[in-house]
């Protein structure tokens, strides 16, 4: 078993792939990681602007729930229409490309993306803060701890949708279980005391209040909180991913995850106000996440205390596997349409989209270590996507159901119609809230990534019509053959192999050496020996042996150049660029030889023209042992 077969596993044929798709228990933790691991980090966001109005700011947490809890429903709603319109996936994507037009499409596209990028990064800085939480000595190694984390995540994807999620399912439930029963805890203790119950651990002290209450303020709190509704479209664009009937199993998923969001959005935010916990300066000393003051709070910190910071852990790191699920499948749809390069359609040994999981995982690792892995600062740039993605699907779908007027269209329209206009304020709202805070970077990102979809499909629509072919074949006319040039360093078994077959393809050869070099004067008296009087034995001309000299060591510049020049020299010839290459035993070996062969015939492809061709002559170590035998003598006589 190889390295890459133990890393991501053995390839799958293309005929299992329904062995790969899942079911709605599966889809919970692979598309609702995102959308459930929120619920940590969402009511924290919100209640991390409150800090200056000190203990009176948590009395808010409540009815800014409720008004997302509101938005999450009706969104949920508009979601279950989208999944039955369009069940080959691609969400806001699709939507707006059917029935909003190409820039729309793509505005949409852009803003997932973003988001998506962003919900990796924000997913794992909240795991890792879980811990620091937990693990206050650990906060210097916040970077490391995520980027590991990454590698991870990266590799589980690369293994294939079913493997994942069967990895993903223990800590999810294990996450919704012990949060549903600290909920559960929390509401018994404050029924039991009239309302107020006291803390089984302490809480930090209260801030003192340097802020009034202002409209400007709430906005932002209700921003910052709306990042608990990014990935509640993951279960659209994945609807492909889920076994058949892959609609109602998509809806099923869809359900679960929108009902556990709100039944924890709430019973968190109840809980913060009546025991009177209020958030801390992420990425100070002293730091604790609102979860692990809650809990303490309910439970203490016991056992169950650990367990339940290791599910949010865990959880919360793994939140990004939406991301993870979603980005390639989007880019797959993209490439489709020409707006990504093709290698983001190609799915990869485990029947996933490697490119777009690799190139997440970068992305997502320089956002992680530009803003030292810390919650906080990531915060200000998310949402505005998601919304934005929001916005584009539903009004998307109006029109959608305005074109079908089928049964109950009306109804279905003013569903999303409503959708729409309620997640369009709340990307203005948001925009306007965090722009100082850096969503201007997120504004910033979304048209380069449009001005990129545009460069790529231009380049792809320039290349069809250059190479677009309307004439037919040209059978060749046996007219004379190509001049055929073979690069040579020394002589040897690889050399003799690419002068044998250059004298298949054309009487007419030039071998060239470029000097100074190593094997020059060895060369010159090897080649009376060893080519010309063979050729001449056999009643043939001998090749051409032309030494060009190169005064600064270049080897591939005077190569290229002299191509060129015969090029030019005969416009009416094809010329064909014999390239020697040693094949080595093993994969590691090839680094121990120069690799000047492939970047020649790179440099050729680049500036050379349709006449000059490139032919690797590949000569196989392990399968072309030397055929006579040579002693230590001869190779000190080489050299």
Request: proline content about 7%; charged content about 15%.
């Amino acid at each position: 078993m190889n390295i890459l077969d133990l890393l991501v596993g053995k390839p799958i044929k293309t005929s299992d792939e329904r062995a790969e798709q899942i079911g709605p228990l599966q889809g919970i933790p692979i598309f609702g990681l995102d959308g459930l691991s929120s619920a940590a980090y969402g009511p924290e966001a919100a209640l991390s602007l409150l800090i200056p109005l000190g203990l009176l700011g948590v009395q808010y947490i409540v009815p800014v729930s409720a008004a997302i809890i509101t938005l999450l429903i009706i969104v949920y709603f508009s979601y279950r229409q989208t999944i039955a319109a369009y069940p080959g996936g691609g969400g806001s994507y699709t939507v707006a490309r059917y029935n909003l037009g190409a820039y729309p499409s793509l505005l949409a596209a852009a803003a997932l993306l973003t988001d998506y990028i962003l919900t990796a990064a924000v997913g794992i800085s909240a795991g890792v803060g879980a811990l620091v939480s937990a693990v206050p000595s650990l906060l210097p190694h916040t970077v490391v701890i995520c980027v590991g984390i990454l590698v991870i995540i990266t590799v589980i994807n690369l293994r294939g949708v079913r493997e994942a999620g069967s990895i993903f399912t223990v800590p999810t439930y294990l996450f919704v279980g012990t949060l549903l029963i600290t909920i559960g805890g929390g509401l018994i203790r404050t029924f039991l005391s009239g309302g107020h119950p006291a803390p089984l651990a302490p809480l930090p002290p209260p801030p003192a209040v340097t802020q009034a209450v202002t409209l400007w303020l709430l906005l932002k709190v209700f921003s910052s909180g709306c990042t608990a509704l990014t990935g509640v479209e993951a279960v659209s664009n994945g609807v492909k991913a889920f076994r058949e009937p892959g609609v109602k199993n998509a809806q099923r998923s869809l359900t679960v995850i929108i009902f556990l969001l709100a039944v924890l959005l709430a019973g968190i935010s109840y809980l913060v106000k009546v025991y009177g916990i209020a958030a801390t300066d992420p990425g100070q000393p002293g730091y604790q996440s609102l979860l692990s003051m809650l809990i303490a709070a309910v439970f203490g910190k016991g056992v169950f205390y650990y367990l339940t910071i290791a599910s949010i852990l865990l959880v919360l790191s793994l939140s990004a596997n939406t991301a993870f699920a979603d980005f390639p499948r989007l880019c797959k749809a993209i490439a489709q349409n020409n707006y990504l390069p093709h290698a983001f359609a190609y799915r990869g040994r485990r029947l996933v989209y490697t490119y777009g999981i690799l190139v997440l995982a970068v992305l997502t690792g320089v956002l992680l270590i530009a803003f030292g892995g810390v919650t906080d600062r990531l915060i200000p740039l998310y949402a505005v996507g998601a919304f934005l993605a929001f916005t584009l699907s539903q009004f998307g779908m109006v029109v959608h159901w305005r074109k079908k007027r089928g049964p109950h269209w009306f109804k279905s329209a003013m569903v999303n119609g409503l959708g729409g206009t309620v997640t369009g304020i709340t990307v203005m709202v948001v925009l306007v809230a965090k722009f100082i805070d850096g969503a201007w970077i997120t504004l910033l990102f979304i048209p380069m990534l449009i001005v990129f979809f545009r460069i790529v499909r231009s380049h792809y629509h320039a290349v069809l019509v250059a190479t677009n072919a309307c004439v037919p074949v040209v059978p060749a006319n046996h007219g004379r053959p190509p001049i055929v040039v073979v690069p040579i360093d020394r002589w040897s078994q690889v050399s003799k192999q690419a002068l044998e077959f250059a004298s298949r393809l054309s009487k007419e050869i030039i071998a060239i050496h470029v000097e100074p070099g190593e094997h020059a004067e060895l060369l010159h008296e090897d080649w009376e020996r060893y080519v010309e009087r063979p050729f001449r034995d056999a009643g043939a001309e001998p090749p051409q042996f032309l030494v060009l000299p190169s005064p600064y060591r270049f080897i591939i510049v005077p190569l290229v150049q002299y191509v060129l020049e015969l090029s030019e020299k005969h416009p009416d010839r094809r010329i064909v660029v014999v390239i020697p290459e040693l094949v080595e035993d093993r994969w590691y070996e090839y680094f121990l030889h120069n690799q000047r062969g492939r970047l020649l015939e790179w440099t050729l492809l680049v500036k050379g023209n349709q006449r000059i061709f490139t032919v690797s002559s590949p000569y196989h170590v392990s399968e072309n042992p030397p055929r006579e035998k040579v002693t230590s003598q001869t190779l000190a006589e080489k050299g």
